[in-house]
């Protein structure tokens, strides 16, 4: 029995949770997997609940759940407080030791026509971008903001920057071994430290090609001949702009997931994307990034490489036959959608 905390969150967090949920239920079902769902409550929810972001009760249940789930939080309503959805995320990443941040960039065939890029730039793009995701300028210290003067610092140490490059080269090592490592080299201290650190561990690894980019010309380079990607590696901040920007290849943010890893506490799964709060409450949200965080979860941290394909496959067949939501341009609720993988999951086990 896996205990799974499921952190559903705001605005399309509880739509596109409910929808992973059930997907999940329903593979258990077909795989005789067992799993316990506790839901506890995070971001905007809690602090409406209890005044905190990252209450003690929900981040006692993840350090003690075999995975943890989260939908999405944020939203206007709690932008102006003290008190945030995002200081409650970044509270639960760095509790949690969750410095890996795992997202991946996959174009499926289908999705092609989907993109805002040529079909021939971006088909067969699949890469990753390893985002170090509790260090840097989300946590330096000091930070202060005044209506004169703000200040926030951007630190690495020798440590934080040898695990994530290690995690990269030892992910493309299952890959197509390639190591692509990001910074801002040419102005700052801490990209300097980070590619001199990058350089010694690529030394470790002669079987994968190591490059060094620039950030500017990376995220330029990202629309202009994305397949030339194999694993991404950069800090923090540079991470979440280049995973969002990357989301564009897809033609939607709502098909991408993400894992975080420690050394060896429990990992969390999430969608790349926030809130949505343009689209809250009215069953529009595209659940695939949710449902593709759930595959991530059943592989990476129960190696249930079988469940996982059965649902990618199901979600493959449904997407194949022009059934999609109005992201993708299509006139499926969150809800009809997931029914149709339910549903072809189901009568393909019965086949
Ligand atoms: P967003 O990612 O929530 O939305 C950006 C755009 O993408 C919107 O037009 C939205 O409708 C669309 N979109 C996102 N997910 C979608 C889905 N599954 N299906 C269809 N369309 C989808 O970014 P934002 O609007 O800048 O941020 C909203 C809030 O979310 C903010 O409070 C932000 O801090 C928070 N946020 C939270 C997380 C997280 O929980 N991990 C991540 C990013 C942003
Ligand atoms: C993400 C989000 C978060 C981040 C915010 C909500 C704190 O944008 O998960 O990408 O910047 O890490
Ligand atoms: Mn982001």
């Given amino acids: 029995m896996k205990t799974i905390v499921a952190l559903a969150g705001d605005g399309i967090g509880p739509e596109i949770m409910a929808s992973g949920l059930e997907i999940l239920k329903t593979i258990s079902a077909i795989d005789q997997l067992e799993f316990t769902i506790e839901d506890k409550v995070f971001g905007g929810a809690a602090i409406d609940e209890t005044g905190q972001a990252l209450p003690a009760d929900t981040l006692a249940a993840c350090e003690k759940a075999d995975a943890i789930l989260l939908g999405a939080i944020g939203g206007p309503k709690w932008q102006t407080g003290s008190e945030t959805p995002e200081k409650g995320l970044l509270a639960l990443r760095k509790s949690l030791n969750l410095f890996a941040n795992i997202r991946p960039i996959t174009i499926l065939d289908e999705l092609v026509k989907f993109s805002p890029i040529k079909e021939e730039i971006v088909k067969g793009t699949d890469f990753v971008v390893v985002r170090e995701l509790t260090?840097?300028?989300?946590?330096?210290?000091?930070?202060?903001l005044s209506p004169e003067e703000a200040l926030d610092t951007n630190v690495y140490t020798r440590k934080e920057i040898e695990r994530i490059i290690r995690q990269a080269f030892e992910l493309a090592k299952t890959r197509r071994k390639k190591v692509t490592s990001v910074d801002k080299a040419n102005v700052l201290a801490t990209s300097k430290l980070w590619r001199s650190i990058a350089e010694e561990i690529a030394t470790e690894y002669p079987e994968v090609t190591f490059e060094n980019q620039l950030v500017d010309s990376v995220a330029m380079k990202i629309i202009q001949m994305p397949t030339a990607f194999d694993v991404i590696v950069t800090e923090n901040l540079f991470g979440d702009i280049l995973s969002d920007e990357s989301s564009v290849l897809a033609g939607?943010?709502?098909?991408?997931?993400?894992?975080?890893?420690?050394?060896?506490?429990?990992s969390l799964y999430e969608p790349i994307h926030g809130s949505a709060p343009d689209i809250a409450g009215e069953n529009l949200a595209n659940p695939l990034s949710m449902i593709y965080s759930i595959t991530m979860m059943l592989k990476q941290s129960f190696g249930y490489f079988d469940s996982a394909e059965k649902i990618e496959q199901a979600c493959d067949q449904v997407i194949a036959a022009g059934i999609y939501t109005p992201d993708l341009g299509g006139k499926y609720g969150t809800k009809e959608f997931t029914q149709e993988v339910i549903n072809t999951l189901q009568s393909t086990e019965e086949k």
């Fill in 135 to 144: 260090g840097g300028i989300y946590f330096g210290e000091p930070r202060r």
């Fill in 252 to 266: 939607s943010i709502g098909v991408l997931p993400s894992a975080s890893h420690s050394d060896n506490g429990p």
